[in-house]
């Protein structure tokens, strides 16, 4: 099975800190992806990686940056947070380029920045 | 404009009835991919369902199955015998043709929330 895990379920940050959302996932997939989830909104796609050192800005990227230094771990960076960043992140990894391929994702880490 | 339209915010269902869940999409590209992804209570998403755009038939996969018409850009997703189990929300997604090396990543829509009574 497919597994991707997600540092913490929830997390309180203080405006104005450095947050780090750690993603990682076992199935040596080549894609990974940090959507953030609001109600109403759906997902929105932050950023996504194709590669080792690879990032593409997503819909949303403003506020966010991304690191991926190993193929199985990618982490999305606030680097500096607002309130306006509360939102529930969802981590996802998937195989190839091919159109069908499905997107996995991990449990979900529900943000709150006072 | 929108790639993903759900046009139901929520939706009500009697144990062991079908419900069709709305999903349209908008893309020029021939070669795409349409999922369907459940989100219950607890925030994990599970993926339920997948349909290519050159598939002839629609998918099915158990009790889901994928109503597709691909004239009217649409990919509804019927659930047959509804469960309680069955209360989440309900994700449509595509995936078009990347375009680079980069790839691409699933567009979702803002979702239908699928209650289901006894």
């Known amino acids: 099975d497919v597994k991707v895990t997600q540092s913490s379920r929830y997390l309180v940050k203080r405006t104005g800190e450095k947050v780090f959302l750690e993603c990682v996932q076992d199935m040596d997939h080549e894609n990974m992806f940090w959507y953030r989830q609001d109600p109403g909104l759906g997902l929105r796609l932050i950023y996504f990686s194709y590669d080792v050192k690879m990032k593409e800005k997503g819909d949303i990227p403003e506020g966010y940056s991304v690191s991926r230094e190993k193929k199985e771990r990618f982490s999305l960076i606030l680097e500096s947070a607002s309130t306006n960043q509360t939102s529930m992140y969802l981590c996802?990894?998937?195989f190839g380029q091919g159109v069908y391929y499905e997107q996995y994702f991990g449990p979900g880490t529900r943000l709150t920045v006072t | 404009a929108q790639k993903i339209t759900q046009t139901q915010p929520g939706m009500f269902v009697q144990e062991k009835e079908a419900v069709t869940l709305d999903c349209t999409y908008d893309?020029?590209?021939?070669?795409?991919?349409l999922f369907w992804y459940k989100q219950p209570s607890s925030g994990e998403m599970i993926f339920l369902i997948y349909q290519g755009s050159y598939d002839q038939q629609n998918a099915t996969e158990g009790r889901y199955s994928l109503n597709f018409q691909k004239a009217r850009k649409s990919a509804n997703l019927v659930i047959s015998a509804s469960q309680l189990g069955d209360s989440a929300m309900y994700f449509c997604a595509m995936r078009e043709t990347p375009r680079s090396q980069a790839g691409t990543a699933l567009i979702f829509g803002k979702g239908t929330t699928l209650s289901v009574s006894s």
């Open positions: 893309t020029s590209d021939p070669s795409y991919g």
């Open positions: 996802a990894s998937s």
